[in-house]
Structures are given as structure tokens and as C-alpha cells.
């Protein structure tokens, strides 16, 4: 019992120690205006990096991206059809559908797959 506590505290104190390292030295210590502007061909950039960027377009893209794994999931079911019995392949491929309907009436009905207002 006691040489498990003394192995716990020496491999606390070697983890606090390399964190604590880390963090000294991975601190820059100059601060450089031209190296934290933003690059651009040697010239200040004519406008910013930051622009603003479609909220309806990224919900569209994520929602592509859930229904695009989902096909994929699908598309085993076919295969496994062979395999497995009937009745308990019916009842989850149509469950799975069901919960993907769901989702999508979902989506439609909050007006997510709607691009233009």
C-alpha cells in the first residue's frame, strides 16, 4: 500500500514538473508587431481576415455532412440482409429510417433546409 501511494506522488511530481517546464519555456518572451501581423505578399493587407461568414451556409453544410454519414450506414444494410434473420433486419432498417424521417421533418419544419428567406 504505501510503496503504490509513494509511486502515485513520484509520478505526480514528474507530471507536474514537465508541465510546469512547458510552460516556462514554450513563452515567447518578444512580441513582435510584424510577426503577429497577418502576411501578405510583404504588404499590409488591404482588408481584414476576418470576414463574416453565412451561419445558414455552415448549418446546411453540417446537416449535409449528418445525412451523408447516415447513408453510409445505410448502405451495409443491403449486405447484411443475406445474413440475418428477416423479420429482426426489417424492424431495424425501418427504425432507423423512421428516426432519419423524424430528423428530417425536424430540419424541415425548423427551416433549416430553407436557404433563402
Not at 446537416?63 to 448502405?75: K, M, W
Amino acid at each position: 500500500m504505501l510503496t503504490t501511494f509513494i509511486i502515485a506522488m513520484i509520478i505526480i511530481i514528474l507530471s507536474s514538473i514537465v508541465m510546469i517546464l512547458a510552460s516556462i519555456l514554450s513563452k515567447k518572451s518578444i512580441n513582435d508587431r510584424e510577426k503577429s501581423s497577418p502576411f501578405e505578399c510583404g504588404f499590409d493587407p488591404k482588408s481584414s481576415a476576418r470576414l463574416p461568414f453565412s451561419l445558414r451556409f455552415f448549418l446546411i453544410a453540417v446537416i449535409f455532412l449528418i445525412f451523408d454519414v447516415e447513408i453510409a450506414l445505410l448502405l451495409p444494410i443491403i449486405v447484411i440482409m443475406h445474413w440475418s434473420n428477416i423479420i429482426l433486419w426489417t424492424i431495424v432498417s425501418m427504425l432507423f429510417l423512421l428516426i432519419l424521417l423524424i430528423g428530417l421533418f425536424h430540419e424541415w419544419n425548423q427551416g433549416a433546409l430553407e436557404w433563402a428567406n
